[in-house]
């Protein structure tokens, strides 16, 4: 097996496989080869030096011009390819690097594609032969270079210089990086060794996974030809479990979809060719039956959903519209009690219903979202892909509508109860963080929560409806902005209990503020009531029930506290905050 650089925790998966049995076990005999600088991987392969090796996403590039490269598995979910530069370089953004000496490795075309998305011409970069020597940018001999984010960010902060990152991924360009991959004529001519070494690799991934310190332990003492340290190595395992996500994601997996993506992503920028085909690139070890003839069954189960909701909310805007006559209207007597009568008719109905809606499509639709996001994965038809999809993205809108109607009638009938528990605040906000990190990511936003110093470190409240609340204010907030920040602000202020025996209480500030598109001042209220968006145009580009803040507010004033509008402005983003009143016990009941 041909390695693409020289041995360090980049390989793990591959010594652990070594070390560990697993290729022999297999019945295989495998060798590592360490690369050279400038060394190409691919070719080797191709060349007959190795029957298997690691990759860049450069792959499809090759596949174009006749290479007969076979991906078996995407090792790194996110590329740790970068432009590496160093505080003192001047360098600000990637416009700054036009004009300056820069050292980019072979095999880097994701970098290009970056260039060309921030409008910089390739003809203006000076790039100069590659050292891969970090001395070269700590001495200012060159203003930036390729470099994995796993590795050579270590050295420029043990050389006292704050590493500044342009990673493509900013401009939506996340690719797979380090693909095991073969070729064509290794998986015809031995089809069963191509299985078994892909097996045996993947398991020695997830084993180094689990085991960092044990095989940075294991390099140190086996393969350690770079002489690093073993913090060095340390970090390196750091950073790279965090582009596989080998607690998230099955170690090697890859999306035809993904990789759809990459080719299209080269294609815009001249790359590839439009409409790319990926056929033969992408190794399947479990070739999928045809699930085509589900599909009709799934698009009559989600008109079934679709005409149920339709029953809904005309039900329930029927109820709402009967309960305004009652208290707008000065009716008399008679009149009076026969709406009333006739209100509590609609309403018992209603609540039959939708306990049978609940059973009925609540259940058929999970099962929808379900096997939809397991035909996606497994389909390898991209139109069939594109259609389940949809079917996926509809079943999700669907599940979240009927659940917001539900919440808000609960609400509304006062059979909404609290339940309240003493919660740690530090954890729990921690908790908030790391649910909207990736989407916050995805957007490339700046998501901040702080808990101010003076605040408790326990609070007693109903943590779901707080959650509740929070997270859709969160949502909408991370929904609403494209550039800037998302920040909460988390305060607290002691207030004195009417009742002593209350004990000590507080004041807590939910603080969320956006860069976003903002909210007019006139639209203040109306955000607050059901059905209701502050603006048409909005609302349908960015979709949504207009339950969420209806839901939010009616649970802040469960909680005892109130939820509005601080400061907003169009273009200018948005400012919410939540108030509750907490105390450390219930009148001495804990």
Known sequence: MQLKWKNQFQFAGYYAAVDKGYYRDAGLAVSLHEAEPGQDAVQAVLKGQAEYGVGTSDVLLLRQRGAPVVVLASIFQHSPLVLLTREGAGAK???DLQGKPIMIEPDSAELSAYFKYEGVDLTKLKIVPHTYDIADLLSGKVA???????????????????????????????????????????????PDRVRAFREASLKGWQYAMDHQEEIVDLILRDYNTQKKTRDQLLFEARQTSDLIHPELIEVGHMNPGRWRHMADTYAEFGMLPADFDLKGLLYDPNPKPNYTHLYWTLAIVSLIAVAALVWILPLYRLNLHL????????????????AKETAEAANAAKTRYLAVITHEVRTPLSGIIGLAGLLKDESRITEQQKMLGVVESTGVDMMRLINDVLEYSKIEEGRLTLELTTIDVGPFLDGLHRLFQSAAKEKSLD??????????????????????????????????????????NVSAEPVTPVDPAIGQCWRWSFVVRDTGVGIAQENAEEIFKPYAQANSSIARRFGGTGLGLAISHELARLLGGDLKLANSSPGQGATFVLEIVTCESLGGGG
């Open 323 to 338: 309960r305004r006559v009652i208290a707008r209207e000065g009716v008399l007597i008679g009149e009076l009690r026969q």
């Open 93 to 95: 953004d990637i416009q």
């Open 144 to 190: 930036a270079m390729s470099a994995y984010s796993t590795d050579e960010p270590y050295r420029l902060n043990l050389a006292g210089e704050k590493p500044v990152i342009f990673t493509p991924r900013a401009g939506g360009i996340d690719f797979y990086g380090d693909n095991l991959f073969t070729t064509e004529a290794e998986l015809r001519d031995h």
């Open 447 to 488: 998501l901040q929560i702080n808990l101010s110093p003076e605040a408790p470190r326990v609070i007693l409240t109903d943590v779901l409806r707080l959650k509740g609340i929070l997270r859709n204010l969160l949502s909408n907030a991370i929904k609403f902005t494209e550039n800037g920040a998302v920040t909460l």
